[in-house]
């Protein structure tokens, strides 16, 4: 009985992960279709924001939810203004151009952070269930998950803002005609696109060892979630974190970690030959 | 007399010329020691120190002399942490500036990529890096220790802390593939049992659904040779989860590359290993590596395994080149087969002639306070896995890497 709700929990965190590595680059890749391939450098150093701001004595939540989003998102804003704004529309010079940005990115923090592994602790106990122990921290990225999808859910679906945002992805004329400027609506967007990248990078910080080259371990698996999830950002992104989840972890448990992995890229493969549009292209239609 | 500029340059390179001239016939042809590393790219966190620790043996003996009465020349390359550069680099210290010695190499799959070009160029190779073992070849030498080595000491005393039930958790690559093949035979030797063994690519870096999987298993004991940066996950989530006080962790890896360090106290204490060298033996031969090295502008901080190795492996070939009168080839084997040993930071360390692996003190740890203190020394340890299936003295002609049966 125990391991069933350990086991449930460990789904559970593996689905909320998985949203919170996708959710920025659901927004700068499913709303405005740029392919950004510096996604995981972006929560890359959202974790180096944390741990310097950690470093400094500054409150580990203070740091992971406010500085290093705004610190990512205003790197994300100069990068708009630098490079991506004359990018729009042309889908594979976008993929070139953040190309080199991931590249430009590592090596930076190769330079200011050397090419050695770091990290905090986490900030939250373990928890018992039963006879077992589990990482309180797992229980935290699930809440703030949840949060985050009501959050995005809200400001997309409820206010005059997000209306405009969503308006302007499709149709940039006629929201120019309509008096509103799509370029600063642009900028808007993919400044919060980027802070939710680091935003995410922030909160698995202190899971894991951080190196400059850490991006590479998220990028495959964010494309694959948005990709696989289709038109719909929060519902694509749910139901495809959901499926993947749910089997990696299910063949983790059975078998091993590597069987997960593997088993995450066969259902990928088949999800896409059965539904190439991804998911809400099917099910879950003109929802959010 | 007027000169105008050419005749002065002229006269001028003359003078310079019949100035240098005598002085080439004086000194001594320098001894070429090449050196082949990565000192950039991913791998470079264990290249710098290899570096920095080969530049200081140079130093050392350049400073005492020279080698013979022969000052000793590096000639060094970074292969960038890229494979195909060792190849390319390897022809070049061969073939153009024709090395007596050539020290470097740091995965195995970069060893490989170079021992049979030594072999073949006759030129004298040393590994200086702690492996999987089972290279059997009498043009190299090999300083770091052997997974036999290791775990015949650590296994035992973490087995003695806790219990009779193992949990393994390896890296999924020829080094913790043979790890665990090791760990397990080591277990069974004293009466134990591995419940499980759980295999994690490189880039795993979640481990909760393990954790949970090991208490369902309920060992008293988890030995974890896991590798790198995603790597080092597990122990911080071990932490988190509360379990760290309740089963305890013996690793092989961990602190190789200071990994201690990066976790905090609350996460690395009381995990324990078993290595050749830590920051904190107290000798006077490791206080004096200490300051040379900050000396050379080093953080003293950054000395690991890898560097001390180098280290003694640089003043294992020169103590050869000693005895043999030369730095040729064979007689520098010769030498290096008698036997011979150097004392360096990590106490003594002698050429096992059979194998040409290193016997090395071994020392069982634990992690305290971000660092790794000597519980106790077990001196001279045997390289017995490759001891096992390799004998140079029987099969000079030997030319392989034996995956060794257990």
């Given at each position: 009985?125990?391991?069933t709700?350990?086991?449930?929990?460990?789904?559970?965190?593996?689905?909320?992960?998985?949203?919170?590595?996708?959710?920025?680059?659901?927004?700068v890749?499913?709303?405005?279709k740029?392919i950004?391939?510096?996604?995981?450098?972006?929560?890359?150093?959202g974790?180096?924001?944390?741990?310097?701001?950690?470093?400094?004595?500054?409150?580990?939540?203070?740091?992971?939810?406010?500085?290093?989003?705004?610190?990512?998102?205003?790197?994300?804003?100069?990068?708009?203004?630098?490079?991506?704004?004359?990018l729009?529309?042309?889908?594979?010079?976008?993929m070139?151009a953040?190309?080199?940005?991931?590249?430009?990115?590592?090596?930076?923090?190769?330079?200011?952070?050397?090419?050695?592994?770091?990290?905090?602790?986490t900030?939250?106990?373990?928890?018992a269930?039963?006879?077992?122990?589990?990482?309180?921290?797992?229980?935290?990225?699930?809440?703030?998950?949840?949060?985050?999808?009501?959050?995005?859910?809200?400001?997309?679906?409820?206010?005059r803002l997000?209306l405009?945002?969503?308006?302007?992805?499709?149709?940039?004329?006629?929201?120019?005609s309509?008096?509103?400027?799509?370029?600063?609506?642009?900028?808007?967007?993919?400044?919060?696109?980027?802070?939710?990248?680091?935003?995410a990078?922030?909160?698995?910080?202190?899971?894991?060892g951080?190196?400059?080259?850490?991006?590479?371990?998220?990028?495959?698996?964010?494309?694959?979630?948005?990709?696989a999830?289709g038109?719909?950002?929060?519902?694509?992104?749910?139901?495809?974190?959901?499926?993947f989840?749910?089997?990696d972890?299910?063949?983790?448990?059975a078998?091993?970690?590597?069987?997960?992995?593997v088993?995450?890229l066969?259902?990928?493969?088949?999800?896409?030959?059965?539904?190439?549009?991804?998911i809400?292209?099917?099910?879950?239609?003109?929802?959010? | 007399?007027?000169?105008?500029?050419?005749?002065?340059?002229a006269?001028?390179?003359a003078?310079a010329?019949?100035?240098?001239?005598?002085?080439?016939?004086?000194a001594?042809?320098?001894?070429?020691?090449?050196?082949?590393?990565?000192?950039?790219?991913?791998?470079?966190?264990y290249?710098?120190?290899?570096?920095?620790?080969?530049?200081?043996?140079?130093?050392?003996?350049?400073?005492g002399?020279?080698?013979?009465?022969?000052?000793?020349e590096?000639?060094?390359?970074?292969?960038?942490?890229?494979m195909?550069?060792?190849?390319?680099?390897?022809?070049q210290?061969?073939?153009?500036?024709?090395?007596?010695?050539?020290?470097?190499?740091?995965?195995?799959?970069?060893?490989?990529?170079?021992?049979?070009?030594?072999?073949?160029?006759?030129?004298?190779?040393?590994?200086?890096?702690?492996?999987?073992?089972?290279?059997?070849?009498?043009?190299?030498?090999?300083?770091?220790?052997?997974?036999?080595?290791q775990?015949?000491?650590?296994?035992?005393?973490?087995?003695?802390?806790?219990?009779?039930?193992?949990y393994?958790?390896?890296a999924?690559?020829n080094?913790?593939?043979?790890?665990?093949?090791?760990i397990?035979?080591f277990?069974r030797d004293?009466?134990?049992?591995v419940?499980?063994t759980?295999?994690?690519?490189?880039?795993v870096?979640?481990?909760?659904?393990?954790?949970?999987?090991?208490?369902?298993?309920?060992?008293?004991?988890?030995?974890?040779?896991?590798?790198?940066?995603a790597?080092?996950?597990?122990?911080?989530?071990?932490?988190?989860?509360g379990?760290?006080?309740?089963?305890?962790?013996?690793?092989?890896?961990?602190?190789?590359?200071?990994?201690?360090?990066?976790?905090?106290?609350?996460?690395?204490?009381?995990?324990?290993?078993?290595?050749?060298?830590?920051?904190?033996i107290?000798?006077?031969?490791?206080?004096g590596?200490?300051?040379?090295?900050?000396?050379?502008?080093?953080?003293?901080?950054?000395?690991n395994?890898f560097?001390?190795?180098?280290?003694?492996g640089?003043?294992?070939?020169?103590?050869?080149v000693?005895?043999?009168?030369?730095?040729?080839?064979?007689?520098?084997?010769?030498?290096?087969?008698?036997?011979l040993?150097?004392?360096g930071p990590?106490?003594?360390i002698?050429?096992?002639?059979?194998?040409?692996?290193?016997i090395?003190?071994v020392?069982?740890?634990?992690?305290?306070?971000?660092?790794?203190?000597?519980l106790?020394?077990?001196?001279?340890?045997?390289?017995?896995?490759?001891?096992?299936?390799?004998?140079?003295?029987?099969?000079?002609g030997?030319?392989?890497?034996?995956?060794i049966?257990?």
């Amino acid at each position: 009985m125990d391991l069933t709700v350990v086991i449930g929990i460990e789904i559970l965190y593996a689905v909320a992960s998985l949203a919170l590595i996708s959710v920025g680059l659901a927004v700068v890749f499913g709303m405005m279709k740029v392919i950004n391939l510096a996604h995981g450098e972006f929560m890359m150093m959202g974790g180096y924001a944390t741990i310097v701001s950690v470093n400094l004595g500054i409150n580990v939540f203070v740091a992971m939810l406010i500085i290093a989003p705004v610190v990512v998102g205003l790197i994300g804003l100069v990068v708009e203004r630098l490079v991506i704004r004359h990018l729009y529309g042309r889908l594979v010079d976008t993929m070139l151009a953040t190309w080199g940005l991931s590249l430009f990115f590592i090596g930076l923090a190769t330079i200011i952070f050397g090419n050695t592994t770091t990290g905090i602790s986490t900030p939250i106990p373990g928890v018992a269930i039963g006879n077992y122990q589990i990482n309180g921290y797992n229980l935290f990225i699930v809440v703030v998950s949840v949060l985050l999808m009501i959050a995005l859910y809200l400001v997309l679906g409820r206010t005059r803002l997000g209306l405009i945002a969503r308006g302007t992805m499709q149709r940039p004329d006629m929201a120019s005609s309509l008096g509103y400027s799509p370029e600063r609506i642009y900028m808007a967007t993919f400044f919060c696109g980027s802070a939710l990248s680091g935003l995410a990078g922030a909160i698995l910080a202190p899971l894991v060892g951080l190196v400059p080259t850490s991006g590479g371990a998220y990028i495959a698996k964010a494309f694959i979630t948005v990709i696989a999830g289709g038109p719909s950002l929060i519902a694509g992104l749910v139901s495809s974190a959901s499926v993947f989840g749910v089997i990696d972890q299910i063949f983790t448990f059975a078998l091993s970690p590597v069987i997960g992995e593997v088993a995450l890229l066969i259902a990928a493969v088949v999800l896409l030959r059965l539904l190439p549009q991804g998911i809400t292209a099917r099910f879950f239609r003109g929802r959010m | 007399m007027t000169f105008n500029r050419r005749q002065f340059l002229a006269a001028g390179t003359a003078m310079a010329g019949t100035g240098l001239m005598p002085r080439i016939g004086r000194a001594a042809e320098p001894i070429k020691l090449g050196s082949i590393l990565d000192t950039s790219g991913i791998f470079d966190a264990y290249g710098k120190p290899m570096d920095r620790a080969m530049r200081l043996a140079v130093a050392d003996l350049n400073d005492g002399g020279g080698l013979l009465d022969r000052p000793i020349e590096i000639r060094a390359y970074d292969t960038q942490s890229d494979m195909a550069l060792y190849a390319q680099y390897a022809q070049q210290l061969t073939r153009q500036d024709q090395v007596d010695v050539v020290h470097g190499g740091i995965l195995s799959a970069s060893r490989e990529a170079i021992r049979q070009t030594m072999r073949r160029s006759n030129t004298l190779y040393f590994y200086n890096v702690m492996y999987e073992g089972g290279v059997c070849d009498r043009n190299i030498f090999i300083n770091g220790v052997t997974p036999a080595q290791q775990v015949e000491v650590l296994i035992p005393h973490a087995m003695k802390q806790s219990g009779k039930k193992v949990y393994v958790l390896a890296a999924d690559y020829n080094y913790g593939q043979i790890m665990a093949r090791w760990i397990n035979k080591f277990v069974r030797d004293n009466g134990g049992e591995v419940v499980a063994t759980d295999f994690f690519p490189l880039d795993v870096a979640d481990f909760g659904s393990t954790i949970a999987k090991i208490q369902s298993a309920a060992p008293d004991l988890v030995v974890a040779p896991l590798v790198g940066g995603a790597h080092l996950s597990f122990f911080r989530q071990w932490a988190a989860s509360g379990m760290k006080d309740r089963i305890p962790l013996a690793s092989t890896t961990l602190g190789v590359g200071n990994e201690h360090k990066v976790l905090t106290a609350e996460e690395g204490d009381g995990i324990m290993v078993a290595y050749n060298y830590s920051q904190e033996i107290e000798s006077p031969e490791n206080d004096g590596f200490k300051a040379k090295w900050e000396a050379a502008g080093g953080n003293a901080g950054e000395i690991n395994e890898f560097a001390i190795s180098t280290y003694a492996g640089v003043m294992t070939w020169a103590e050869a080149v000693r005895q043999a009168g030369t730095a040729a080839h064979d007689p520098v084997v010769e030498a290096l087969e008698s036997g011979l040993s150097v004392d360096g930071p990590s106490g003594k360390i002698t050429v096992d002639p059979q194998t040409h692996h290193a016997i090395a003190d071994v020392r069982l740890m634990e992690i305290r306070d971000q660092k790794m203190q000597v519980l106790e020394t077990l001196p001279q340890r045997q390289p017995m896995d490759t001891q096992a299936v390799c004998d140079l003295g029987a099969n000079p002609g030997d030319n392989t890497q034996y995956e060794i049966d257990i």
